[in-house]
């Protein structure tokens, strides 16, 4: 196991604030990660840490012949999808599946409710939302993102979803049905921060507990 100073794996402590402190729990518990609400072995602990690192460090693709804005939105694309990929692994870690209720029990709701105006103050006339739906490869995706567009809040995590899905098995461009493609950066800037926001407080939420708890158990 690493040692539990931050120099240990400084790339991952930036990236997952409160890392090194997950090892110490994990190793004082045998190598279990149910002190920290999580399943799985040590490993697939260390797979999602890097995987996050990925997401957090992506600055930007490199693309001959496009222009500018269409560049910059695929860059956007392409950061949800790592992103909502690194969000997946920790779900897994959690133990929980869409959409997610036991995940975001403890996270603000009032953090949801500004996502979704966000989005949709970028996309009024549901141009990514009908371009997403006409091509949603999962008929869960397409449930949920027809909940968003006709005002379920929860639903706009649905979007960060169902791009990373499109994009990896379908058909998606950077400005879908016409969107601006600077619409749809801010829209996928604004789905990445808040899956980065809600992981690293989750995170340190459970390292929290976690470390009271072995505080108080008996010797």
Wanted: charged content about 20%.
């Amino acid at each position: 196991m690493p040692d539990s100073s931050t120099d240990a794996y400084p790339y991952l402590e930036e990236a997952l604030p409160g890392f090194h402190r997950g090892p110490v729990l994990v190793k004082a518990a045998g190598d279990s990660l149910a002190g920290l609400g999580f399943i799985g072995t040590k490993f697939d602990f260390y797979r999602f840490a890097n995987r996050l690192r990925l997401a957090a460090c992506f600055g930007g693709l490199h693309l001959r012949g496009f222009t500018d804005d269409t560049a910059a939105g695929y860059d956007a694309l392409t950061q949800v999808f790592f992103t909502w990929s690194a969000f997946e692994r920790y779900a897994d870690l959690a133990n929980d599946r869409p959409p997610f209720r036991t995940l975001f029990a403890h996270h603000p709701r009032a953090k949801v409710h500004e996502l979704a105006a966000l989005c949709r103050a970028q996309d009024p006339e549901h141009k990514l939302v009908g371009f997403l739906i006409t091509q949603s490869l999962l008929p869960v995706h397409e449930t949920h993102l027809a909940r968003y567009r006709d005002g379920h809040d929860f639903s706009v995590l649905t979007l960060a979803a169902c791009i990373r899905h499109i994009f990896a098995h379908g058909h998606l461009t950077a400005n879908p049905y016409r969107l601006p493609s600077m619409n749809l950066i801010i829209i996928c800037c604004a789905l990445n921060d808040f899956l980065l926001d809600f992981i690293r407080s989750d995170f340190l939420r459970r390292v929290t507990l976690a470390e009271a708890a072995a505080r108080t158990a008996p010797a």
